[in-house]
């Protein structure tokens, strides 16, 4: 299972109807998604560098990345299982995508002789229409998987909600039992047998749903504390990296790896778990009283806000294929392999921040200067055909 990342579109909701926790979230989850390249991609060779160490990078890879998407997935099936299909959520997606790809296309090939990595080169036609392919079809080609992934579950959303509100409680809890353990067949076949980016992507939105509908009624979501969340992030991480040390031992890890970035055991399982307790704990608090969903939004709140809606930008920047590894080279010329070992870790940190906020400058200025102007001029008139057809 890869690791990254479309990001879903904030809902449109005016500002004093939207809960800004889960818009903090957004945020969230997009750093940890960085994190998980940062690991991946940085220079350190964290991920062959063997023992505890190379363990430790696998589960920030897998486990903290998938963190990151799990909060996506779920939280559009969170605030989408009780809203009917609008078409404008499906070509907004693909528009932006498609501005960002194109973009990249063309600052790539016009540095292409100056930049290290790229693969677009003009004495290589081949390149180039290999490229254009990819940005020009960027929803449909798996230039981005998340993205594909995410745009069919808009497609599939209008179904799976007629399914989750008409069927049986208890034969809903059945599904979201049935549906995680198909992720351990990755681990049995050495391959995604039965588990694909879209399966992973209707099993989290089905926890999504399933806790809007029901969170309320489940007796375990009313007694989660936040400590019992950390105790689950902790109890996962060590699981996963215990994974991935024993394979190491056994000098099995090369069987179980499918790229040079992805281990078959990733077992999404669990990042779906903790990402659910942490709605199912966000579902059942008690909303402050001095707190009116009718007030004004705060300038902090304002802040989140915006920041929330450039999140989608930060990956379709560092995941674009004609940026990602110049990008990566670049960042690991700026942080050298730490020493004594013991720098990694504020390195690190401050490395992954640092990348995040350039990368959210970057992504409002496309938004502010592209996106949103030809959002305004083009997404209204191919959605009212759609609605005339």
Not at 195 to 223: C, D, E, M, S, V
Not at 258 to 270: A, C, D, F, R
Not at 347 to 367: C, E, K, P, Q, T
Not at 368 to 382: A, E, G, K, S
Request: charged share 10%; glycine share 6%; with cysteine.
């Amino acid at each position: 299972m890869q690791v990254a990342n479309q990001i879903p579109t904030p809902p449109t909701a005016k500002d004093r109807g939207r809960d800004y926790r889960y818009e903090t979230l957004r945020i969230i989850a997009m750093m940890l998604i960085v994190a998980c390249h940062f690991v991946a991609h940085i220079g350190w060779n964290l991920e062959t560098s063997g023992g505890v160490s190379q363990a430790v990078a696998y589960a920030i890879d897998q486990y903290g990345g998938q963190i990151g998407v799990c909060i996506f997935y779920i939280i559009s099936g969170y605030f989408l299982v009780n809203k009917g299909f609008r078409v404008e959520r499906v070509l907004r997606t693909m528009l932006q995508t498609l501005v960002y790809t194109l973009l990249f296309f063309v600052i790539a090939v016009a540095l292409s002789s100056h930049i290290s990595g790229t693969t677009l080169s003009l004495a290589h036609p081949t390149s180039l229409v290999k490229g254009l392919y990819q940005s020009m079809l960027p929803t449909f080609n798996g230039t981005y998987w998340f993205i594909t992934s995410y745009v069919f579950l808009l497609l599939f959303a209008p179904l799976l909600n007629i399914a989750v509100h008409n069927i049986p409680r208890r034969g809903f809890t059945q599904i979201l039992i049935l549906l995680p353990l198909l992720s351990i067949m990755a681990v049995v076949s050495l391959g995604q047998l039965l588990w694909t980016n879209l399966t992973y992507a209707i099993t989290a939105y089905l926890f999504g749903a399933y806790i809007k509908l029901h969170g309320k009624n489940i007796r375990i979501a009313r007694h989660i504390r936040p400590w019992q969340v950390i105790l689950l992030i902790i109890f996962s991480f060590v699981t996963i990296a215990g994974f991935y040390y024993a394979l190491d031992l056994v000098s099995i890890t090369k069987q179980f790896r499918q790229s040079n970035h992805h281990v078959v055991g990733t077992v999404p399982i669990l990042p779906i778990l903790t990402v659910s307790a942490m709605f199912m704990m966000l579902h059942n608090a008690r909303p402050r009283k001095h707190v009116r969903r009718s007030a004004s939004p705060t300038a902090l709140q304002k802040l989140i806000g915006k920041l929330a809606k450039s999140v989608f930008g930060v990956y379709l920047i560092h995941e674009n294929p004609f940026i990602k590894e110049p990008l990566w080279a670049f960042v690991s010329n700026l942080l050298p392999d730490p020493h004594p070992a013991l720098l990694m870790i504020p390195m690190g940190v401050a490395g992954v921040i640092l990348v995040y906020v350039i990368l959210l400058l970057v992504a409002s200025l496309i938004d502010t200067v592209l996106v949103h102007p030809l959002d305004r001029l083009i997404i209204p008139r191919v959605a009212q055909q759609f609605h005339n057809s």
